[in-house]
Structure formats: C-alpha cells, structure tokens
C-alpha cells in the first residue's frame, strides 16, 4: 500500500517476525523499498511491552522513542519528507490519489510549515465489510485492510496524531509530537477532508454500536493495483501456495 502511495523506502525496526514475514520482507528488500534495522534493544535493556503509561521495564515500549528518532536522524539529510507510523496505521489522501501530490498541495497551502500532523480514525479489524472476502487468502497471516472500512468517530481533543516532517526541523520527536523541533509554530495538525490516518486495530470504543460507525470506503480507490500487487508477493513468495 505504501509503494502505491509513492512511498520510496520504508524502514523496519524488527524485534522478531514469523518465517512468512521474514520471506515478504527479503522479497521488499531486493526490491530496494525496504530497509530493515534489527532493533535487538531487548538483548540489553527490560523493555516495557506496552504503551501505557506505569507498564515497567527500562525503557517504554520495546524502545519506539529511540527508534523513531533513530530514524528521523538516520534520513537527516537523505529525504525531504519522513514519515513516522505504526506496522498498523497508513496516511490515507482524501483529495489527492498519492503522498507526491498531497506533498506538493501542502507546500503550496502551508508554505512556512514543515510538520504536517494527520487526525487518527480508528478501523476495527473485527468489523468486517462482505467485499473482497477472497477464500484464498483465507490462510495467509495478517489483516486484509479492504475489508476493514468502518470507523469509529473521532473526538479532535483526545486524538492521537501521526506526522509527516522536514527531519531538518527536529531534534527530539515523541510518538504524536515533536518533543523539540526548531520551532514548534512549523507544524500544522491538518483537517480530516486532507487526509485520514487509517489506523487498524481492535475496538477502541467498544459501546458504540455499528449504527455509529462511519463508513469509509476511500481505501477501495486503490483496490484493483492493491490486489494485484500483493497477490504478486504472495506468489514470489510462495505463500499463497503454501497456504491453499
């Protein structure tokens, strides 16, 4: 999905991965669009294993803080634009059909800024939509996200933000801000009708009923070159086979 994005590397910070993972990956990186940094921080410190606040260990969860300004410093003076996200959430356009062109319009609508911040909206991976319900990848690890087309609202006040930045313009990130960037007024949280932050997890609102959901299907525009590409890796792979 990233690659249809116009995403032109990605970096993994990987405790561990399944054998399945491990030959997706090896496909990418031959491909030249991934690059993945062994992230062995549990071989030395008591990492906590959550993201709450008070969950133990050394250091908070499996270190992300130190590996998101890793990476913010790793591509310091390589990239315009870095973008900083979970394994489970994509920058969805709403306006624009790829990362280049929604760029490009920000540049031009926010000049003087460097940091765009995007509003998360959660999909629940136990809500299913009836449409690309393929048998054959029935067996095949992993959250088919076209299924997935209904969020929960999002309240502005208590949203969690993901950012796209001028790595230049940092020096501490946190996860949902910069913790200290060259100054803060570069940054700009952007309206839900740019983009979306599509973020695939559990329920987090688990009283709401589906009647409250929201509907989205903005992730089927990339559907037809979605499924084609990944049905392409499986069979590199030699998943798909693996698991009929």
Known sequence: MHRLLGVQKVFIYKTSSSREL???LGHYIKEGIVEVIPWQITSFIDVSHSWKPKAGGEIHYNGQLAALNDCVYRNMYTTRYVALTDL??????????????LMNFLE???PYKEGFLFDEHHFSN???GDRFAYKEWNN????NILRHIYSEPVNRKSNARKMILNPRTVVQTSVHHCLKCIDRKLFVTLSSDIAWLHHYRYAYKTHLGSNKLIKDTTLWNYSDQLIKNVNSVLQATHILQATQ
């Open 140 to 143: 095949v690890p992993g959250v």
């Open 88 to 101: 489970d959430e994509i920058i969805i356009p709403r306006k624009h059909s790829n990362w280049g062109e």
């Open 22 to 24: 491990d030959k997706v």
């Open 108 to 110: 031009k609508q926010y």
């Open 126 to 128: 136990s809500v299913d």
